[in-house]
């Protein structure tokens, strides 16, 4: 089974509206936590928003907030008042268990903003 | 503050070569790591080192992958001999410690193997 799962390929936005990005993950370890990391063309990994999963609140960063469901088992993260810049790859991540440092990443999204 | 730097951005080499991959952690950062990140895929975690040793290397195909972090600062990872399979991007990321839940890394900008 996969670790984690990114169902939407590619999707386009228009400049100013906000995005969900869609993010299920499966573990049995009651300790893990979740990350997202946008990927522009230039290919390096930049770490947006962390969630961990004791944490009672919903992580934000800036425009950047981490839908945290954790019955449901998703992490969706959405993006207000979207521009230009943020077009790249997202990649959702889980780090499962207390000392482990080993990254599990899923497929990726691709977001495009249209002007 | 510099970030991670890798080096080649790009190499291009025929199946059977080996070659070979540079990277120099941000300054201070104990763990290393290493990924591989195939055309539509997510990276991959081939080897994390603590230091100088290896806390990870379970997903490194050992037959022909070989890493190495001396003195506890820089890295190379070397493929010997290299298949079309591993035409691949190779990023390299580091961390400030590797203990605590919330361990951010960073990344550098990679480099994209092709075999031909």
């Known amino acids: 089974a996969q670790k984690i799962t990114q169902t939407q390929p590619g999707m386009f936005v228009q400049e100013k509206e906000a995005v969900t990005l869609d993010c299920t993950y499966d573990?049995?370890?009651?300790?893990?936590?979740l990350f997202w990391y946008k990927q522009p063309s230039s290919g390096e990994m930049i770490f947006l928003i962390y969630q961990g999963s004791y944490d009672q609140q919903n992580a934000t960063e800036g425009r950047y907030s981490l839908n945290f469901q954790k019955a449901r088992k998703s992490a969706n993260l959405v993006i207000s008042a979207s521009q230009l810049g943020d077009s790249a790859m997202y990649f959702c991540?889980?780090?499962?268990?207390?000392?482990?440092?080993?990254?599990?990443f899923g497929t990726g999204t691709r977001l495009t903003i249209i002007p | 503050e510099a970030g991670v730097a890798q080096s080649p951005r790009y190499k291009i080499i025929e199946k059977r070569q080996s070659v070979a991959f540079w990277c120099n952690p941000i300054s201070g950062h104990a763990t290393l790591y290493w990924y591989q990140q195939i055309l539509g895929q997510g990276p991959k975690l081939l080897i994390q080192?603590?230091?100088?040793?290896?806390?990870?290397d379970s997903q490194l195909p050992k037959d022909r992958f070989s890493a190495e972090r001396l003195k506890g600062v820089d890295s190379t990872l070397k493929i010997q001999p290299a298949k079309l399979e591993d035409s691949a991007v190779y990023l390299c990321a580091s961390s400030l410690v590797a203990s605590g839940f919330y361990n951010e890394q960073f990344f550098g900008p990679g480099t994209r193997l092709t075999v031909l």
């Open positions: 991540a889980m780090r499962e268990g207390p000392g482990n440092e080993k990254l599990t």
């Open positions: 573990t049995s370890d009651p300790s893990y936590g």
């Open positions: 080192f603590q230091n100088n040793g290896v806390v990870d």
